[in-house]
């Protein structure tokens, strides 16, 4: 399924709809639940802690919201975040 709303479900980016943005699968095939930086050749890339994912994008989610402070983006980002798949299982 290929839609607007379609998420990476470790780094939260959006995927969009050019394909570009998607993991591979062992086989090359697309994968349709995980961007190409988090996911590629059916291996996470993503090696860090759900704390450093959240650190990492609080500068981007200010760009696009300015308004927030880096308290209430780190609040969102850990909040969106935590609600994806690759980290359900792993919440302390
Ligand atoms: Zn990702």
Redesign the pocket.
Known sequence: MVSDDNY??????MLGKSGKMY?TNADSSKNNE??????RNGEFL?KGTLQQMVESRIPRLRVLEPEISEEEARKILTDRLSKLD?WADKKA
């Open positions: 990476c479900q470790c780094c939260g980016i993991g995980y961007c190409g930086y988090c996911y993503y690759f």
